[in-house]
């Protein structure tokens, strides 16, 4: 069954959020019930119209009579006038971009309002030749800060989210596995490499010599291959219509098979170092095989560990293959054992319903429970002052230990471990009391306000607090909206260690906070870190992979993620906090 409808109802309503948000004033809080809709909807695992059938709609999370009228219009009509109408009143292509840095609410309504100007187009065009900084507020410095917005935006519009990359390669994979005669198929590139963003997608795949103009024609032909932009005889690029993205074709033959995986896997800074050690030791290589220098013979090219072995070699993971001191250690047979997915525990960052997730407690235990195969998982609602989030205050936090409490009764074990993402105020202070964090099982803090600042300090003091046991999504940066805040990542580290505090590795698709390389900075330090998910809906659960790639790609072995430890192991390694606890409250 197709969720499609929920998806495109999804959309609109988030649309109508943005609307909501541009608009400001009262209607900021629409915005936010539109947006929580929105999210609700998407989340729900059946069709929206059969959801109907069974339940009254105003049993969804957010919905009230309002709502529930406009869903049913949807269903009747597949419209919704309002939505229309809104739409008619805004300058839809520069809402775009209101969650990038330096474009908020009130810079695009002035923009809009005073120079008369409607589409992304104009609107760089003025940022770029000075007549936005004549409008009164947009100074030299807040000019500035929007070109650098615009910067990042650019990025993520000519690159692609992993995760987005991820699900059309499965869509790519499934379509070329169709094509009759395709003996082997696999993604390569960046995608294979796990790396951020994506630019392009690189396919590698085999068939017999005789099948080959017949493979070729059918991938050109296809309703998937929107435009053709190259066409030979290994080598096949088009524009993919699902994604609008290019995906370049290599179709070589079984025996060069591992070569040319290794080759188009790359990174190319990877393959050119390895080929200069290739020739020292007397061996050509490219993308069809390795060959002696001497007499020209082939050595090797099937498999890809015999790329690597031939050359004397041990088999580099791609997540690893960037050029980063890989290459020496696999010629040392150092190569380390990475973090894999199934050797974690647990999630430590999860959201319910009691702040801005969108399944209870009980949906999301049930969810676990049958398809992970976790020892514990946290629950880490935000807390108060983050308002926009619903953020719970002292109360919540003690009833939500409750259920917490009661759950964990059912299921027989103290599988749901109770904690809270608490916000750091611009201060370093916690909105919540010492005395109702000591009552968790596990805190962490985050910023979510303020990031014009130097943050240092700021995350100093959090780690001091010896109720915190970790940092989460540590420079606050949003992939293709927001550059990371200030901070002295060194410092960081030192306060890191020092308290015991753990960084966290957040896996939501457009943080990946740390990123790769402040991971693998941090493990050299020898500072902890974890792998949350931090989700707010079920299919969110599975961001948690994400985070894994993140770590792979910075070596972490599972010595450095405490979460593929056991809750004892992770207990006895904070203790420092409760001995600064029991100290403190006696
Ligand atoms: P992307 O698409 O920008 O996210 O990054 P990649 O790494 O997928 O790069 P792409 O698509 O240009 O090329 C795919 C692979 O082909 C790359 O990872 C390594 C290989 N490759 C491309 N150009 C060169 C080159 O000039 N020399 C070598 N040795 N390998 C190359
Ligand atoms: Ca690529
Ligand atoms: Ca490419
Ligand atoms: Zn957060």
């Given at each position: 069954m197709t969720l499609e409808r929920n998806r495109t109802l999804s959309q609109i309503f988030k649309n109508m959020a943005t609307i909501y948000k541009y608009r400001g004033g009262d209607d900021r809080f629409k915005s936010i019930a539109y947006g929580k809709v929105a999210k609700v909807i998407n989340a729900l695992q059946e069709d929206i119209s059969e959801y109907k059938k069974n339940n009254s709609l105003e049993d969804l999370p957010g919905v009230g009579e309002g709502i529930a009228q406009k869903i049913e219009e949807y269903l009747k009509t597949g419209k919704i006038e309002k939505y229309e109408s809104l739409k008619k009143s805004s300058p839809n292509e520069l809402l775009?971009?209101?969650?990038?840095?330096?474009?908020?609410a009130q810079s695009l309504k002035q923009i809009h309002e005073d120079l008369n100007i409607s589409t992304k187009k104009e609107l760089v065009k003025a940022l770029q030749e000075g007549?936005?900084?004549?409008?009164?507020?947009?100074?030299d410095k807040k000019v500035e800060n929007m070109l650098r917005g615009l910067k990042l935006h650019k990025e993520i519009e000519d690159r692609m989210l992993l995760s987005d990359a991820l699900e059309i390669g499965e869509q790519i994979l499934k379509w070329i596995k169709e094509i009759p005669n395709v003996k082997k198929v696999e993604l390569a590139g960046s995608l294979r490499r796990k790396k951020?963003?994506?630019?392009d997608f690189d396919v590698l795949l085999t068939c017999d010599e005789k099948d080959r103009k017949s493979v070729i024609d059918s991938i050109t032909i296809s309703?998937?291959?929107?435009?053709?932009i190259l066409k030979g005889n290994t080598k096949i690029s088009i524009i993919h219509k699902n994604s609008d993205r290019q995906i370049d074709f290599r179709i070589v033959n079984e025996d060069e098979w591992g070569a040319a995986l290794q080759y188009f896997t790359g990174s190319k800074e990877h393959n050119i170092h390895l080929r200069k050690i290739a020739k020292d030791k007397g061996y050509k290589i490219s993308e069809y095989g390795i060959y002696s220098t001497d007499t020209e013979k082939k050595i090797a090219g099937k498999t890809e560990e015999e790329i690597y072995s031939t050359l004397g070699f041990q088999f580099i993971p791609p997540e690893m293959r960037e050029d980063l001191g890989e290459i020496e250690l696999a010629s040392k047979h150092l190569i380390p054992k990475i973090i894999q997915?199934?050797?974690?525990?647990?999630?430590?960052q999860i959201h319910t319903l009691d702040s801005d997730g969108v399944n209870t407690l009980e949906e999301i235990v049930n969810h676990i429970k049958s398809h992970f195969s976790y020892e514990y998982i946290v629950i880490t609602d935000h807390s108060k002052s983050l308002r926009i989030a619903n953020g719970m205050d002292e109360d919540k936090i003690l009833k939500q230990i409750e259920a917490i409490q009661l759950m964990n009764k059912k299921l027989g074990e103290e599988f749901v471990k109770s904690g809270i993402e608490v916000e750091i105020l611009k201060n370093g202070d916690l909105d919540i009391s010492d005395q109702v964090l000591s009552k968790l099982d596990w805190v962490t803090a985050s910023i979510h306000t303020n990031f014009n600042q130097d943050n240092t300090e700021r995350i100093i003091r959090a780690c001091e607090?010896?109720?915190?046991h970790c940092i989460g999504h540590p420079t606050g940066r949003l992939i293709g909206e927001r550059e990371p805040y200030e901070i002295n990542f060194e410092k960081v580290i030192e306060a890191s260690k020092r308290t015991k505090t753990v960084l966290e590795i957040n896996g939501q698709p457009n943080r990946l906070d740390l990123n790769d390389k402040l991971a693998m900075l941090a493990q050299k330090a020898g500072v902890k870190l974890v792998i949350s998910s931090d989700s707010h809906s079920l299919a969110n659960l599975n961001y948690i992979k994400l985070g894994v790639f993140v770590a792979q790609r910075a070596w972490c072995t599972k010595e450095s993620i405490l979460n593929s430890k056991s809750w004892a192991e992770i207990k006895k390694f904070t203790k420092f906090h409760s001995k600064v606890m029991s100290t403190i409250i006696l």
């Open positions: 775009e971009m209101i969650d990038i840095t330096g474009f908020g007549s936005i900084r004549k409008l009164k507020g947009f100074g951020e963003t994506i630019g309703a998937f291959a929107k435009k053709v997915f199934e050797d974690l525990k647990g999630d430590l607090n010896p109720f915190v």
